[in-house]
């Protein structure tokens, strides 16, 4: 079953900061996720794996809450080029089949 | 990094005919590789998952007489589209995971059929 992202889609401003959810309805072993520009394959961010940690590089991070099968991607002080489609994907176990998320578009205006 | 390389990027082919699209882990050994189907503003949705030197593992809803994966090396996987439809034009993306190396998705095929 596909794990739902909320919002479906937000529009913000250069230096605004967004939340992204991953949701699902079944326990998880790790959530990756995604950003995909229009045209072009999606690129790694970072993977989560349980154990709810949390990580971040730069001004992106990302929460991993296996009790509740969430993850939240944290993106604070947009800049124009965190514009694009956002998917989390979902292991349910070590090197198995990562499932795609329904994917959250974020615009990012000047 | 490991690097995968998917290809063609972008092909036309008439309704009818068969369609070949290679994608190769270049400096790692892939033991299993996935394929992905995206149709526009959608989700990347998974077709099949072939582990080296066995039969691919097809999704429920995907035709493996239509959609014939091979996985005979550990570098390369070969998804083929045959007799392909307009309804077939969609963005195919591989992904490769190898040990130690997680998954490493190529760059994607856009393929049209007219």
């Known amino acids: 079953q596909q794990p739902v992202q909320s919002p479906q889609a937000v529009i913000l401003r250069e230096g605004e900061d967004a939340v992204i959810n991953c949701s699902s309805s079944k326990a998880l072993y790790s959530v990756h996720w995604y950003r995909q520009k229009h045209g072009e394959a999606p690129v790694f961010l970072m993977i989560?794996?349980?154990?709810?940690e949390q990580k971040g590089h730069d001004k992106i991070s990302a929460s991993f809450n296996e009790k509740k099968q969430q993850s939240s991607l944290y993106l604070t002080a947009s800049q124009l080029s965190y514009s694009g489609t956002y998917f989390c994907?979902?292991?349910?176990?070590?090197?198995?089949?990562?499932?795609f998320g329904t994917g959250t578009r974020l615009t990012i205006i000047p | 990094g490991a690097v995968v390389s998917q290809h063609p990027s972008r092909v036309i082919c008439k309704s009818g005919t068969s369609v070949k699209i290679e994608c190769r882990s270049l400096?790692?050994?892939?033991?299993?590789m996935f394929w992905y189907r995206q149709f526009p503003k959608q989700s990347l949705m998974l077709m099949a998952t072939s582990n080296e030197g066995s039969k691919a593992t097809y999704e429920q809803g995907v035709e493996k007489d239509k959609f014939l994966i091979n996985h005979a090396s550990l570098t390369l996987s070969t998804l083929t589209v045959t007799s392909a439809h307009p309804e077939d034009s969609s963005f195919y993306i591989c992904s490769a995971s190898g040990a130690g190396y997680g998954y490493t998705f190529g760059s994607g095929t856009r393929l049209t059929v007219v």
């Open positions: 989560l794996l349980k154990g709810g």
């Open positions: 400096d790692f050994q892939a033991t299993t």
């Open positions: 994907g979902t292991e349910r176990g070590g090197n198995e089949k990562l499932t």
